[in-house]
């Protein structure tokens, strides 16, 4: 029977378990309360570049 020949790291372990829930469960998202558009949480709005009520990015839509 295979055994391992060094011990897993904590991190290196941690990893692979954070890969497999990002494969299994659905992307959340927010609303961005500047536009209305769906956008990841914790990040600037692709769509009007606004975070936290401040514009972060050079991205202006017109119109």
Same mark, same amino acid.
């Given at each position: 029977m295979a055994n +391992?020949?060094?011990k897993m790291s904590k991190s290196r372990?941690?990893?692979?378990?954070?890969?497999?829930n990002a494969r299994t469960k659905a992307a959340v998202t *927010? *609303? @961005?309360?500047? @536009?209305?558009?769906p956008t990841? +949480?914790?990040r600037a709005c692709r769509? @009007?570049?606004?975070?936290?009520g401040?514009?972060?990015t050079g991205k202006i839509? *017109?119109?």
């Open positions: +391992p020949k060094a372990r941690d990893k692979r378990r954070a890969q497999f *927010v *609303v @961005c309360p500047n @536009c209305g558009e990841l +949480p914790h769509h @009007c570049g606004h975070y936290r401040r514009q972060v839509v *017109v119109g």
